[in-house]
């Protein structure tokens, strides 16, 4: 089995998405209280259906990754996925409006936000790692929400950071980019919902 072929493996199995599906999974067993046809619609519509079906739509149509876009070309999937994370925040702030009971989709759908407006921003410039930073930002969202032990599984960044190397599509300044802003992304979101639920009491 060639390094190339690892590298795809572990690219697929945690890109972005993918580890957004793994959180909430892991989410809703912990609290199964919140699996509710509200959460679970919210979540695939805003998290899933809306960003992700262009980002599909351009790999069958062109057998091409979005993700090996150059970073300006990468800008338009980016605002489809920023207006979607935009209506999800929306949406789960005013179920989370009637007990608290949505906070974490909240605050996950306001970390896309701010992780794809600074995506933008960064793209104009670089090329910071979208998988990496969104795997950063969920992991440190279940530390936050359900158990700090879960900072542990940021043991795997140097494994995504070594597959997008070696697939030849990051360099290691782009990955550590994309790690502050899914940390940086995850951090302020968690402030932000906290507070104005604090407000709210």
Known sequence: MGKNHIANVVSSVLNAPFVCAYALIIYYSINPWSITYLSVLGSILFLFVIPWVPVLGYYITRRESPSKLSGRRRIPFVIIGLSSYI??????????????????????????????????????????????????????????????????????????????VKLGIHTINQLVLGFLIGLFSSIISYLIVESLLFLQV
């Open 87 to 164: 209506l999800g925040t929306v949406y789960f702030y005013t179920l989370t409006n009637e007990g608290y009971r949505y906070e974490f989709f909240t605050t996950l759908h306001l970390t896309y936000v701010f992780f794809s407006s600074l995506l933008i921003l960064g793209n104009f410039k670089s090329k910071p790692s979208v998988h990496i930073g969104g795997f950063v930002a969920p992991v440190t969202l279940l530390a936050l929400y359900v158990n700090s032990l879960f900072l542990l599984l940021l043991v795997l960044v140097p494994l995504i950071g070594w597959s997008r």
